[in-house]
């Protein structure tokens, strides 16, 4: 492991890449754009870099029915995908994009209006 420093806030956090394994910020939706001269962001920057871009996202693209491959991250992420309330685990709007329509569950951040809740 590489420790590296943010190029935000200057804390220093683990790169998880070695060994042909890739780093923990592999598992983040790719939805934020490299730019230019940034270095590696701590995981506490980037999930508020990421959770931007999302809203960003969603902003322009209400209700979406197929959220780009490359943007949907599998492994589910705190505050990305979930958060977690009372011991409860709440689910984010970007969650909901991912699956592409209403569950019909009555989810507090469904982006599509609870269309299939009876
Ligand atoms: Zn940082």
């Known amino acids: 492991m590489t420790t590296k420093k943010c190029s935000l ?17 592999t598992n983040y939706p790719a939805i934020m754009p490299i730019t230019d001269g940034q270095d590696c962001r ?4 980037l ?3 990421v959770q931007e871009k999302i809203n960003d996202y969603i902003q322009k693209n209400p209700m979406p ?19 977690i309330e009372n011991g409860n685990w709440v689910f984010t709007a970007w969650f909901h994009c991912k699956r ?7 989810c507090r951040h ?3 209006g609870h269309e299939n809740v009876r």
Not at 9 to 25: D, R
Not at 42 to 45: D, H
Request: glycine fraction near 10%; aromatic fraction near 12%; proline fraction near 8%.
């Open 9 to 25: 806030c200057g804390a220093v956090f683990l790169c998880g890449s070695h060994h042909q394994q890739p780093c923990w910020c």
């Open 42 to 45: 701590c995981p506490a920057c």
């Open 47 to 49: 999930t508020v870099g």
């Open 65 to 83: 029915t197929a959220v780009p491959e490359q943007y949907r991250n599998t492994k589910l992420i705190e505050h990305i995908d979930y958060y």
């Open 100 to 106: 592409g329509s209403c569950c019909g569950n009555a």
């Open 110 to 112: 469904c982006p599509y």
